[in-house]
């Protein structure tokens, strides 16, 4: 068999649920920089106006993020031509794993499925802040596998876990 | 058991034995190149070790480009883009790095701006970012210690933001590295000691780090073998060919089994503590090492429990109860860094080393932004770092 | 929170031995972190007189935190008396400088190639030689090394390498088991410790107030602020008494018709001088009397029970001074009356004719020196009940278990205090046992003879005395365990009801504290174990009810699996013929131990497989795999 130009298709499932991840990622990083005093300690560490952006390689969504007022602010889905830290996800199946938990952000970064363009302190930084929010976006079961210790789930953090579900992811605050 | 998923990536061509050096022509014959960069600093001058380089290159008709002696310790990325400038001007081809873990690093750093074609290296921080082919390099170690031959990193100082940047790429890897025992022969002990327990270090996080695969596993208990058996040896009697070379390919080994494995909270802790305390690398690494070691027990002792047997030997392993392996793996580490302090005075506490005890909370403050902290096998907050470093002090 | 050291004897070299926060959880301090430690570094077939056995020495959290009846200091080994561990003990002040140098624990191994004694300081160990001390006996050896140090000596029973002998800290010892005897194989005749760092304490103000309360709990008890104090634990002679549980002539009765020659009351009437104590204790159980003209420390009932009553001594001066002579050679008194009431006996049935007679006296002052060093018959007693019945016979009573020889109380009128004994791990001690005479007869009164129950409640009581040690208290808190009227009033309504409550309590026992995993247990009970408050505010771990318990139990099989990597088997787990089968009361059908009937219950409240092995479910609970 001989076939010529063949068009390598795509796969439509994965890209929704990670866009979906993305989009509620996003929203809840722009709403947790407003409440939760761990995750604001946690990008003190990034001057305002700088911009984040994890992409999913090749011509995967990407979440953007940009830090104005000492909040994040969540810019949308499609990726930037520049930013201050970019986060490289190598395939979309790497996305898709990370986003139904299946992987954590420490691990892929050491199994090499993540690229960092911009100073990889940074690309920690962000990983915090990152793991702050998962926590909070799932349950402890789900989080057991991503997070290397799991916060304990005070009456504060559990307030905090409603307010994301309801307004958070809805609307970022 | 093998991991889930791991990349494993080691593609350097390794030269190892007595004459080694001679070979760099035909290996630059090889990769048809001409006109090599020779990247050293100047203790590397000092100590007579580049006049052996060039000795080795007589009779081939090559001839080199520019010899640049000035790499500060750790690397500086003004120095990096100078030598850059330097390599272009003099229009060479390929890059030979004769020195330390900094001037490896700078090598690598050199390429970096050279083949992706700018001319500040700053541009491309960051993590499996680069795209270039890089310029055929071969890197010659003269201590044993860092592994940077065969390590994807690259670390710079950044002398604007006082951080040192890192960029890592598998591109970055040498295409041929020479071990020869005349490289490292004249290392005074209490280098060869701090240098040798780096690489112990190296090797023992890597075998218990979050990526530890098979083939970094193998590779780190090569190490450490090697090391057990001869680094009290070529500490005692620095003339012993065999221990130095044995020392060099277990500083080898260590770093192949470390870049494809990462490190851990020792490194994490101590480079910090180099930062602020200005303490020689290695053996900030040897102090830590243990303390990290028992922090990380409740997670790795069925891992450390296995280096038992490479650390200490047959006999001791079947005579230790399995319970207690991984403690007595700890305790054979504290045996070998009190050997070394009786031999060469090395220090065993950072209180020794020269560190005060009100920067310990500065040091735990900056190990926290360390990118290895986030491999150990057991997640490392403020208050658990500045436990490890009062512990060690 | 100090660090643990490691010294090799052999090659004099001394590292920090790694100690984690994680086994400061699990193992608190004292004999359980002592079995931990012996459990990761004894391999199976350790000779106990080799330079690969290792000496323990632990300190508790409660050490130095003004906690009453808390300066007590543990020593474990691979005893040479019995071939299984062995935690030894101690009062005093050892473990206090032991802290003070910034040290929880000492790990002794190897063996010294000359005479040795080591000295801990805050800066590290120092090895000296010790010829000028050897030979010297324990208060000569004391007063040598003088200044204001914790002391850790030897006899000359230790460096002869009598199977019993014991380590002596001011006037107190770790006397069970032959710690002295590893010490004195090791060429170690002493350890000193001193420095000034002050324990740290997570909530320091908290601590004096668990404390105040604590003490304020012991004095208004009918036993600890009262009875204890007055006549030391020898008051118990009287309740042993009454109760048929004080061995008698080798423990063939369980009553000697002289018993008040040598009770604590004839002591405290004729001989004492004044109380004395550790630091703290508000029991200051020490009787001190005369000997010779000095002030020495008297016996305590053990000693008064097993030299008098079952050698059919009624002469307790006799009995003052042996007590001071064997502190003086360094040997367990305990042991070497077991061996001495066993070497009567045998004499007695013509199976070794040695000259030695209950009741006869005069000749035992000699006997004991020669014990010590290894003269004439002293030697064959040096090697303990057990070897001794093994070359000369009369094995039925031989009265050890596990060969270490048993403590005065006699099971046949107390079954479950019997079953204790027969588990134990350390052999036949009577603490390790769980102490259930207290609940058959010296506190309350449950029915002795029966076996209901009795597994359940032994596995309880053997945990909590277990915690106890963990923690670095001493035993006599236990008392208070009960409340006082219950122990005022024995024939008291309430009281009664109680004890027959006791003999139906096993399924409970069992399913809400044996079983009950600790974690659903988060009490701090007044009176039960009020060590698990202390330990809160001293140390900031979560140590209540629940944990508090899951920590004795996870010494005890700590214990257990070191023993059965030893060689331990079911087998094991016995007393000799003369305690399950000969009946003390020969009207009493049910005075003797039914101790196989016991086992099974025990075992099953245990959660050990029918060869009494820990099972894996067991195991990973307690974290111990």
């Known amino acids: 068999m001989i076939n010529i130009n063949i068009k390598t298709g795509k796969k439509p499932f994965k890209r929704f649920v990670v866009t979906a991840g993305f989009f509620a990622l996003g929203k809840g990083m722009q709403s947790a920089s407003h409440f939760d005093k761990d995750f604001i300690e946690c990008m003190s560490g990034f001057p305002d106006g700088f911009t984040f952006q994890m992409v999913v390689k090749p011509n995967g969504p990407a979440v953007v993020l940009r830090k104005d007022k000492g909040k994040f602010y969540f810019k949308g889905l499609k990726p ?3 930013a201050d830290l970019t986060v490289n996800v190598k395939n979309i199946d790497t996305a898709f794993m990370m986003i139904v938990t299946l992987i954590g952000a420490a691990q892929a970064f050491a199994e090499h499925r993540l690229s960092v363009i911009g100073d990889i302190t940074d690309g920690l930084k962000i990983t915090k802040c990152m793991n702050i929010v998962q926590f909070y976006l799932f349950p402890e079961i789900l989080s057991k596998n991503i997070l290397m210790k799991v916060p304990r789930l005070t009456f504060e953090r559990l307030i905090g876990r409603v307010r994301l579900y309801c307004v958070g992811v809805l609307f970022g605050i | 058991m093998l991991p889930l998923y791991y990349e494993f990536y080691n593609p350097v061509k390794i030269i190892s034995g007595r004459k080694a050096l001679e070979n760099i022509p035909y290996e630059l014959g090889i990769m048809q190149v001409h006109k090599p960069m020779i990247v050293t600093d100047k203790g590397v001058v000092d100590n007579g070790l580049l006049d052996i380089v060039l000795n080795c290159m007589k009779d081939s008709g090559l001839a080199i480009g520019v010899i640049y002696a000035e790499t500060p310790p750790d690397s500086s990325i003004i120095a990096v883009n100078k030598a850059a400038a330097l390599f272009r001007d003099n229009a060479c081809d390929s890059i030979i790095a004769v020195g330390g873990g900094s001037v490896i690093d700078t090598a690598k750093g050199i390429n970096i701006v050279i083949s992706e074609e700018t001319d500040d290296i700053i541009r491309f921080v960051g993590a499996e970012r680069l795209t270039k082919i890089q310029k055929p390099f071969i890197a010659i170690p003269t201590t044993s210690g860092t592994g940077s031959e065969v390590t994807l990193v690259s670390v710079i100082y950044n002398p604007d933001k006082n951080v040192k940047m890192a960029f890592t790429s598998n591109l970055l890897l040498p295409k041929v590295t020479i071990l020869d025992p005349r490289m490292t022969i004249g290392l005074p002990p209490f280098l060869t000691a701090a240098t040798g327990m780096d690489a112990l270090t190296h090797a023992v996080e890597a075998y218990s780090c979050l990526q530890k695969n098979p083939l970094s596993d193998a590779h780190a208990i090569a190490a450490i073998t090697l090391i057990r058996d001869n680094l009290i040896e070529a500490v005692k009697n620095g003339k012993n060919e065999q221990a130095r070379l044995s020392l060099a390919n277990a500083s080898l080994f260590a770093g192949a089994a470390f870049s494809n494995s990462m490190v851990g909270s020792v490194h994490g802790l101590g480079h910090a503590t180099g930062a602020v305390a200005h303490t020689h690398h290695g053996m900030t690494m040897a102090i830590i090492l243990p303390h990290v070691m028992d922090f990380n027990l409740e997670k790795a002792s069925e891992n450390y429990a296995a280096l038992l047997l490479h650390l200490a030997g047959e006999e001791i392993y079947i005579k230790t109860p399995a319970p207690g392996r991984a403690k007595k793996a700890i305790e054979t580490i504290r045996l070998m860094n009190q050997t070394l302090r009786d031999i060469c005075g090395m220090s065993v506490t950072l209180s020794q080393a020269g560190v005060k ?28 770092a500045l436990r490890v470093l009062k512990s060690a002090f | 929170m100090g660090k643990v050291l490691k010294v090799d004897l052999t090659t004099k070299q001394v590292i920090e031995y790694p100690w984690t926060d994680q086994d400061r959880k699990l193992f608190i301090g004292g004999k359980t972190m002592a079995a931990k430690i012996l459990y990761d570094n004894i391999q199976a ?8 056995n290792y000496i323990v020495i632990t300190t508790s959290p409660l050490n130095g935190s003004a906690a009453p009846s808390s300066s007590r200091f543990n020593m474990s080994t691979l005893s040479p008396l019995t071939g299984f561990i062995i935690s030894s003990n101690c009062g005093g002040n050892f473990g206090l400088h032991l802290k003070r140098a910034g040290y929880d624990g000492l790990v002794i191994t190897g063996k010294a190639d000359e005479k040795t004694w080591l000295e801990v300081t805050e800066t590290g160990v120092a090895f000296h030689n ?3 001390l050897w030979g010297l006996t324990t208060s000569k050896t004391q007063e040598e090394l003088g200044g204001k140090t914790g002391k850790l ?16 800290s001011q006037e107190r010892t770790a006397g069970r088991g032959g710690v002295g005897a590893v010490m004195g194989y090791k060429n170690l005749k002493a350890v000193t410790a001193t420095g000034t760092k002050k324990p740290e304490f997570w909530k320091p103000e908290k601590v004096r107030k668990v404390n105040l309360s604590w003490v304020k709990l012991l004095k208004n008890h009918d036993l600890t602020g009262d009875k204890l104090p007055k006549y030391g634990s020898a008051y118990l002679m009287k309740g042993m008494q009454k109760h048929s549980i004080l061995a008698t002539h080798n423990f063939k009765y369980g009553q000697y018709k002289d018993w008040e020659m040598c009770s604590g009351h004839t002591l405290a009437k004729d001989h004492l001088i004044k109380n004395e104590g ?26 008064l029970g097993l030299l008098g009553p079952n050698l059919e001594n009624n002469n307790i001066r006799a009995i003052i001074d042996w007590n001071f002579q064997l502190d003086e050679l360094g040997i367990d008194t305990i042991s070497v009356a077991g061996s001495v009431a066993l070497a009567m006996e045998l004499n007695e049935n013509g199976l070794w004719n040695n000259g030695l007679e209950f009741g006869k006296i005069d000749n035992l002052t000699q006997l004991f020196e020669d014990i010590a060093y290894r003269r004439g018959i002293g030697n064959e007693l040096a090697e303990g009940t057990k070897r001794m019945s093994e070359k000369f016979g009369g094995k039925a009573y031989a009265i050890h278990a596990k060969g270490l020889e048993i403590a005065a109380y006699e099971p046949r009128s107390a079954v479950g205090h019997g079953l204790g004994l027969a588990t134990a791990n350390r052999g036949g001690c009577h603490l390790n046992a769980g102490y259930m005479v207290f609940m058959e007869g010296l506190g309350l009164q449950m029915d002795p003879y029966t076996t209901m129950s009795k597994g359940a409640l032994v596995m309880f009581m053997q945990n909590a005395m277990e915690a106890v040690a963990a923690a670095g208290s001493c035993f006599f808190p236990v008392f208070a365990f009960v409340p006082s009227f219950l122990i005022e009033k024995p024939n008291n309504f309430i009281t009664k009801i109680v004890n027959v409550v006791l003999k139906y309590s096993g399924l409970v026992v069992n399913l809400f504290v044996n079983w009950m995993p600790g974690k659903f247990l988060p009490l701090h009970l007044p009176f039960m174990l009020p060590h698990t408050l202390a330990l809160k505010v001293v140390t900031g771990m979560n140590t209540h009810f629940g944990n508090f318990k899951d920590i004795g139990d996870r010494g005890f099989n ?4 070191f023993n059965i990597r030893m060689g331990l088997t079911a087998a094991d787990d016995t007393l000799p013929s003369r305690l399950t089968d000969e009946l003390q009361d020969p009207n009493n059908p049910k005075s003797k131990v039914p101790l196989k009937r016991m086992l099974k219950d025990y075992y099953k409240a245990r959660g050990w497989d029918e060869n009494g092995i820990p099972t894996q479910k067991k195991l990973k609970y307690l974290k111990l795999v």
């Open chain 3, 45 to 52: 077939g350790t000779d106990p007189f080799s330079s690969d």
């Open chain 3, 558 to 561: 700590l214990e257990r699996m």
């Open chain 3, 130 to 132: 010790a010829d000028n």
């Open chain 2, 357 to 384: 005890e009100d920067q310990l909370e500065e040091i735990a403050r900056k190990a926290m932004g360390d990118g290895s902290m986030m491999f150990n096998p057991i997640e490392m907050e403020y208050n658990d």
């Open chain 1, 80 to 82: 930037l031509p520049y």
């Open chain 3, 153 to 168: 000596v030897i006899g000359p029973g230790g460096e002869n390498l009598v199977r019993y002998a014991g380590v002596f």
């Open chain 3, 278 to 303: 550790c630091v703290t204790c508000t029991v200051q159980c020490a009787r001190a009397v005369e000997v010779n003209g000095n002030k020495v420390k008297g016996p305590e009932l053990e000693t």
